[in-house]
Nanobody
Framework: QLQLVESGGGLVQPGESLNLSCAAS????????IGWFRQAPGKEREGVSC????????NYADSVKGRFTIFRDNAKNTVYLQMNSLKPEDTAVYYC????????????????????WGQGTQVTVSS
């Protein structure tokens, strides 16, 4: 059974950091590209970052460029999202998602392209 489990969320102050993890099981991890999305109360789901199967093609939303870093460890079946210089507007539930692809170098922040989703982890940035 394919499963994605996010962890690492929490309550932090503005300017602090968090490192989110997305642990995958039940499928051949390196056949899948992975995305991170978030949804704040009353707002639509937003693409945050994504990474190709190869790990070489990465996309970021403009709102997080220069602050967030995504990387994957295929040996551990895990994708990480390092979030630095957090702002109150980063407050949201963060989800990871996966989709199988034959394209080793493609990544995308289009949510409907992803087939599998985790349950999410809450990130709250507040003073």
């Amino acid at each position: 059974q394919l499963q994605l489990v996010e962890s690492g969320g929490g309550l932090v102050q503005p300017g602090e950091s968090l490192n989110l993890s997305c642990a995958a099981s039940g499928f051949t991890f390196d056949y899948y590209r992975i995305g991170w999305f978030r949804q704040a109360p009353g707002k639509e789901r937003e693409g945050v970052s994504c990474i190709s199967r190869s790990g070489n093609r990465i996309n970021y939303a403009d709102s997080v460029k220069g602050r967030f870093t995504i990387f994957r460890d295929n040996a551990k079946n895990t994708v990480y999202l390092q979030m630095n210089s957090l702002k109150p507007e980063d407050t949201a539930v963060y989800y990871c998602a996966a989709v199988s692809t034959g394209n080793y170098y493609y990544s995308s922040l289009v949510a409907y392209e992803y087939d599998y989703w985790g349950q999410g982890t809450q990130v709250t940035v507040s003073s």
